[in-house]
């Protein structure tokens, strides 16, 4: 059972991941979006978003470097076990709460508002869901990791972590005796990188940042049957042979 959780479904999840990522962005780039639903209603978006997003990236930071980092390093630039466990606990649980009021503001919205409701995919709540009671769970294990604040039991994580990366075959047996609440957590998060390519939260990796600037803009479709000749051609064909008025007023406005 340890083996499969922690050993197998890291592997597994990380495959679908990141080639179900590649596929849906081959295979379908229009649907690679944020899916904004700021057009809908601005209230509760812009705090509950700016929370949210904060919160959440710094916990992606601080679990990627924390996790991933070897412990060498840290011990090379005379960061304690101690200290490193007591920064996890104070930055993590601040981000933490944080991303979980955020988060909860943009739930709320996104359930209570009936036009949100309606253009909500089953997909864009059930990920909210997930990543709410990911943050729960992310939080309940402060309370284990009080109890262990010279940072033993971290290092365990960042072995089996770094061990999944290296293909080592006995990464799960890292973290067997750990407390159930990080197992919780752990599993919950790598479905959540498993389902990460059906969701919204593609967009992450786009890193739409430039939505903080964007102007506003409308797409707008042409109810046009016959596509248009090529640009080229057109401007060739026009310069040959003028059109004649009564051709002209039949063509549809651009
Ligand atoms: C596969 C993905 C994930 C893994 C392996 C993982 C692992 C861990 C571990 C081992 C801890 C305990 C750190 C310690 O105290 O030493 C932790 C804490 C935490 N995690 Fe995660 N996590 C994952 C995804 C997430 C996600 C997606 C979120 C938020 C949406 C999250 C939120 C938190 C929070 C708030 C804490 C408590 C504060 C902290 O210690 O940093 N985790 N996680």
């Known amino acids: ?65 924390g996790l991933l980092t070897p412990i060498w390093v840290f011990d090379a630039l005379g960061i304690s076990h101690g200290a490193k466990q007591t920064l996890a606990v104070v930055a993590g649980g601040i981000a933490g709460i944080m991303a979980l009021v ?10 209570t508002d009936p036009r949100i409701r309606k253009t909500s995919s089953f997909a864009d ?39 999944i990366f290296t293909l080592d075959g006995v990464a799960a047996s890292h973290i067997a005796d750990v407390a159930l609440i990080f197992k919780l957590h752990i599993v919950l998060g790598l479905t959540i990188i498993l389902v990460f ?13 430039r939505y903080f600037t964007r102007p506003g803009y409308q797409i707008v479709r042409s109810r046009r049957q016959v596509p248009l000749p090529e640009r080229g051609a057109a401007l060739a064909t026009a310069q040959a042979k003028p059109a004649p008025a009564s051709d002209a007023a039949a063509q549809p406005a651009e």
């Open 125 to 163: 709540i059930a990920i909210l869901a997930m990543l709410l009671a990911q943050l729960v769970l992310g939080l309940l294990t402060i309370i284990a990791s009080l109890g262990h604040l010279d940072g033993h039991e971290m290092v365990k994580f960042m072995a089996w972590a770094q061990g």
């Open 1 to 65: 059972m340890n083996q499969f959780f922690f050993g197998t479904f890291p592997y597994i999840a990380l495959a679908i991941g990141i080639v179900g990522s590649i596929a849906r962005y081959e295979r379908d780039p229009f649907t690679w979006k944020t899916s904004s639903s700021q057009l809908l209603r601005r209230k509760q978006l812009v705090m509950g978003s700016i929370l949210f997003h904060v919160g959440v990236l710094v916990i992606f930071a601080g679990h990627f470097v």
């Open 197 to 209: 390519p059906f969701t919204r939260l593609v967009h992450m990796l786009s890193v739409p940042v």
């Open 102 to 111: 955020g988060g909860g503001m943009l739930f709320h919205r996104r359930w």
